[in-house]
């Protein structure tokens, strides 16, 4: 399951990864409906999911931020909003690597995407890995 922030609702990206994802996307916000959700509410609300991706572009409140937990996985786009309609190919291109290709291998890490790097950290390893050098498309 891929769960969005809020910030991305509105902006049809969910239907561009359902292109692509096999799994269910659904926003922050339609797990707890009619409600305000606030960003330390977050990860108690990813824990009661099966293992959630959760996508966000408010790196700045989440990277180096959220509590690290095995039962789910954040990804950080360092992308300005005019950008947001590029997180579909991004996401895709990050799940797709090596390093997160599984959903064993992206549990309990937190991954922060700028157009040029990808880094992370996980619930094992707390020192912040470099990982691509290479553009992302």
């Known amino acids: 399951m891929i769960v969005l922030d ?14 692509w994802y096999r799994g269910a996307v659904h926003f922050i916000t339609d ?3 009619q ?13 009661q999911q099966a293992q ?6 408010n790196e700045r409140d989440f990277w180096q931020k959220i509590a690290i937990d095995q ?14 309609r590029e997180i579909p190919p991004a996401l895709r291109f990050v ?5 997160f290709r599984t959903k064993a ?3 309990g890490k937190v991954i922060r995407v700028t157009k040029e790097e990808i880094r992370y950290y996980s619930f094992d390893k707390r020192q912040v ?8 498309t």
């Open 95 to 99: 799940l797709h690597r090596a390093e």
């Open 35 to 47: 409600t305000v959700i606030k960003d330390d509410a977050v990860p108690e609300l990813l824990r």
């Open 71 to 84: 039962r789910y996985r954040v990804v950080c786009f360092v992308f300005p909003d005019s950008r947001v």
């Open 52 to 57: 959630p991706t959760f996508v966000t572009i």
């Open 6 to 19: 809020e910030q991305l609702l509105g902006r049809g990206i969910e239907e561009e990864i359902t292109k």
């Open 105 to 107: 291998k992206r549990i």
């Open 31 to 33: 797990l707890r409906p």
């Open 129 to 136: 890995q470099f990982i691509s050098k290479e553009v992302i």
